[in-house]
Structures are given as C-alpha cells and as structure tokens.
T-cell receptor
C-alpha cells in the first residue's frame, strides 16, 4: 500500500471557484508537503506543514493536517486557469545515518486539476 | 527555474543502446535524488545521494546505474533498457542536515525517455 493517496483523482472547476484536494496517508510522518506539476514538467514545492501544525497558509493556498485521521487537504481559493496542473502530497520519513539525514519523500498519485477560464 | 537542470529533455533509445542522463544543481545542496514517473503510477524514488554517497537504492534494476561525482552533479547511466522503462525521469536536490526538520526538494524539468 502506498503512502499519500490523493482524492479526487481529477477535479474540473471554473475560474474563480475554490478547489479542494485531499490526501490520506498510512504511517506516522514528520511533515507533509504539497507539490505542483505542470504537464510533463518537474515538480514545484508549494507548502510544507509539520506534524505539530494544524493549518498553514501561503497566498491563495491553505493546507490543513489532521494527524489523528492521517489526512491533509489543500485548498486553492479563487482559482485561475494558470492553476491547472497536477497536485501531489508527499509524506516524509527520516532516513540516513552517521550524523546526517535526508528527506525520503513518498508521493501519492496526484490530483489533476483543470481550471476553465 | 528551480536551480536544477537536466539534459537531455527528451531521449529516444533502442533496447541495446547505452545512454546517460545528466542532472546539475546550482543551489549548493548536499543531497540529490533520481525519481521515475510513469503514467498512472506514483512518483517512484530510485536513488538518493547524500554528501556524494549513495544512501538509498530502491530495488532498481541494474540496467540503471547512478553516478554522483560531486555534490552538484548526478548521472543516470542506462543500458539494455526495456520498453516499460519509458517514463519521465526527474532529478531533485535538497539541503539536508541532522534533524533539520524541513526537507523540501527542488526538481529539475525531467527527461522524457522513450525506449523502442
């Protein structure tokens, strides 16, 4: 089973509407991140929320985290056509040894968001 | 521009060819990653290098061979690939340290690989 499953798989809305995407995960996490990917391009980091945080804002983005339910949501307010992309949540677990560590991210399958002008 | 570049952007190769993918990061990071993104599958972590040492190899077939000559460069050497290896290969980097608590990764634009 995979960590980080997004819901819905696809979302189609009109410009100006809000878009909400959900992510569920299975194991304990240090933090949860959301990334965006335009078609066929690399991922861009949007926001990181730590396991001891419940809500975080960044511009038109609002992320919530409920560790008791092992779920997170990403809300994009007042959507624009330029927000059309795939959105992924990624959970992390620390890995490595010898005094250093790196973020081992596990990604979900993503939500494809289409915003119609 | 994320500060991570990848070349080539597109690659078509036959199953008997040998090719290499290149990644370069200009962010001064100390960890680099290779991911594979196939259609209808989650992003798969392939390899991780931290301080130029491979720290993760996620059961990747030996026809994929990574190389990290320094902290800014990462290569993925490919040989005798299969058609199912066709995918978008993404490189990423991050600045890591002991228990730093933040691990956002910066991705390159990817190499679209087609194996014929």
């Amino acid at each position: 089973s995979q960590q980080g499953e997004e819901d819905p798989q696809a979302l189609s809305i009109q410009e100006g509407e809000n878009a909400t995407m959900n992510c569920s995960y299975k194991t304990s996490i240090n933090n949860l991140q959301w990334y965006r990917q335009n078609s066929g391009r690399g991922l861009v980091h949007l926001i990181l929320i730590r396991s001891n945080e419940r809500e975080k804002h960044s511009g038109r983005l609002r992320v919530t985290l409920d560790t008791s339910k092992k779920s997170s949501s990403l809300l994009i307010t007042a959507s624009r056509a330029a927000d059309t992309a795939s959105y992924f949540c990624a959970t992390d677990g620390l890995a490595g040894a010898g005094g250093t560590s790196y973020g081992k991210l596990t990604f979900g399958q993503g939500t494809i968001l289409t915003v119609h002008p | 521009e994320t500060g991570v570049t990848q070349t080539p952007r597109h690659l078509v190769m036959g199953m008997t060819n040998k090719k290499s993918l290149k990644c370069e990061q200009h962010l001064g990071h100390n960890a680099m990653y290779w991911y594979k993104q196939s259609a209808k599958k989650p992003l798969e972590l392939m390899f991780v290098y931290s301080l130029e040492e491979r720290v993760e190899n996620n059961s990747v077939p030996s026809r994929f061979s990574p190389e990290c000559p320094n902290s800014s460069h990462l290569f993925l050497h490919l040989h005798t690939l299969q058609p199912e290896d066709s995918a978008l290969y993404l490189c990423a980097s991050s600045q890591e340290g002991w228990n730093r608590g933040r691990y956002e990764q910066y991705f390159g634009p990817g190499t679209r690989l087609t194996v014929t």
